[in-house]
């Protein structure tokens, strides 16, 4: 076992994903290590908001990676990666999971799980990653301003013992990395490409320019979306250069 190797548990932390980083720069952590805390007080989530969750109630985590076998300019591999894991985790206790591009975890429409990679990129090389999980387990309400969020409890009624869903989300995401390190990119892409949240739907998004009805096809090797429009037109975006509307 690769991930969830080594685990390191915190009460409370700012962010497991800055103390990792921190930890990473300071000493020697072997990889697959996993910084666990049962409350962040500046949780972060991906574009600078915060990431909300009741103390003792959630996953949240952040393993040391260091991938020196991923180009960079293919890392939108370990987000593949990280994604599917999670998504086999959830698939042991509900149904109608998928993912949102670029790695945002939803059941129905719903969010359930965020990540949130970095990287360490130097040359051509990355140095290290912090994946960083944040996984709604028995949390029942939610506070923040937080479009849609939702939890496994909300879903089936059910409370969870985290440290067993600690375990099973780690051999999860284990079996993944595995996948990545023995080079088996088709199988990591074709399964996130089954996951992909509207995939081959038509819906309304907005871009720079305009509001459109687009159907989404695939995910480029860069991790850029592809969208199609009705005029059979084929657009690329990076995140956020595109928004999922209603
Ligand atoms: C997002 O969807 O915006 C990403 C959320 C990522 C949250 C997790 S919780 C554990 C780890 N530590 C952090 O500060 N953030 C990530």
Not at 76 to 82: G, I, K, N, Y
């Given at each position: ?7 390191l ?13 921190a930890m ?14 049962d ?48 998504c ?24 359930i799980a ?15 990653t ?27 009624g059910?409370?969870y ?7 099973l989300?780690a ?11 023995s ?33 989404i096809?695939?995910?480029?090797d ?8 009705e ?16």
């Amino acid at each position: 076992m690769i991930i969830g190797s080594k685990l390191l548990f915190y009460q409370n932390l700012p962010s497991t994903n800055t103390f990792a980083a921190a930890m990473v720069r300071e000493n020697s952590v072997p990889e697959g290590s996993i910084i666990i805390t049962d409350y962040q007080s500046a949780g972060r989530g991906q574009m600078g908001n915060r990431w909300e969750s009741e103390e003792n109630k959630n996953l949240l985590i952040s393993i040391v990676l260091f991938p020196s076998m991923i180009h960079p300019a293919e890392q939108f591999l370990l987000s593949t990666a990280v994604s599917l894991g999670i998504c086999d985790f959830l698939r042991a206790h509900t149904g109608e999971i998928s993912i949102k591009w670029p790695n945002d975890i939803y059941v129905k429409n719903d969010k359930i799980a965020g990540i949130l990679i970095e990287n360490s990129i130097m040359g051509d090389i990355i140095e290290h990653t912090i994946a960083g999980i944040g996984i709604n387990i028995n949390q029942e309400i939610f506070i923040s301003n937080a479009p849609n969020p939702v939890s496994l409890a909300n879903i089936t009624g059910k409370q969870y013992d985290l440290t067993e869903s600690l375990s099973l989300l780690a051999s999860c995401l284990d079996k993944r990395y595995k996948l990545l390190i023995s080079e088996n990119y088709d199988i990591l892409r074709s399964d996130y490409l089954s996951l992909l949240y509207r995939r081959d739907q038509w819906h309304k998004y907005q871009d720079q320019a305009e509001i459109f009805t687009g159907r989404i096809l695939k995910v480029s090797d860069t991790g850029r979306l592809i969208i199609e429009r009705e005029d059979g037109t084929l657009n690329e975006y990076d995140f956020k250069e595109v928004e999922f509307l209603l």
